[in-house]
């Protein structure tokens, strides 16, 4: 089946510790996907798009074909970072649209 | 106003009551969507158009009913609804349905008594 997986639902960290949100696809078709993020009270928006291959707030994501993962990394969390984020593929449809999604908690 | 707007931002509906929920994108995008935003399931795609055209119906209850009478503006029809319908309901627009980044509004909060 196609999907976008997130296995995890909630992250939480220390402040200046390393983060790993997971991603994982299974898709044919070409794999540029995208990660989105929703600050609390804020509305959902774009974090970065593998495409685009920047570094957005301190994160990067690679495409690693081979482990068909798409994980979201930052090295050192701050607390600003504590919000919900999204894995998505690049169309969205009645069968492949948005990962579960997971919550990143950064403590003081 | 610029970006994706949605209008209102709460309702509260009678599960016999009939109201519409508007999205309007002042970006340019020939493609919007609905989707569904609550707590049991963080995400649901709802309907896709693209170019006006209905792209995309994830097993939509017919209780609600998409209208997009042009590229700019998305409506979603409701009625009879139930309890558990109520959520956050977000629109997006995107350049077109495919490789594009999709940009959100604010979501209307509807509570159905």
């Known amino acids: 089946a196609q999907r976008v997986t997130q296995p995890e639902k909630l992250l939480s960290v220390f402040k200046g510790a390393p983060v790993e949100l997971k991603c994982n696809y299974s898709y044919s078709g070409s794999p540029e996907l995208f990660w989105y993020v929703q600050y609390s009270r804020q509305r959902l928006q774009l974090l970065l798009r593998h495409i685009s291959r920047e570094s957005i707030k301190g994160f990067t994501a690679d495409l690693n074909k081979g482990e068909t993962s798409f994980h979201l990394k930052k090295p050192f969390a701050q607390e600003e970072d504590s919000a919900m984020y999204y894995c998505a593929p690049p169309r969205a449809n009645s069968k492949l649209t948005f990962g579960k999604g997971i919550t990143l908690s950064v403590r003081p | 106003e610029t970006g994706v707007t949605q209008t209102p931002r709460h309702l509260v509906m009678g599960m016999t009551n009939k109201k519409s929920l508007k999205c309007e994108q002042h970006?340019?995008?020939?493609?919007m969507y609905w989707y569904k935003q609550s707590a049991k399931k963080p995400l649901e795609l709802m309907f896709v158009?693209?170019?006006?055209?209905?792209?995309e119906n994830n097993s939509v209850p017919s209780r609600f009913s998409p209208e997009c009478p042009n590229s700019s503006h998305l409506f979603l029809h409701l009625h009879t609804l139930q309890p558990e319908d109520s959520a956050l309901y977000l629109c997006?627009?995107?350049?077109?349905?495919?490789?594009?980044?999709?940009?959100f509004g604010p979501g209307t909060r509807l509570t159905v008594l």
């Open positions: 158009y693209n170019f006006k055209e209905q792209t």
């Open positions: 997006a627009s995107s350049s077109a349905w495919g490789l594009d980044t999709q940009y």
């Open positions: 970006l340019g995008h020939n493609a």
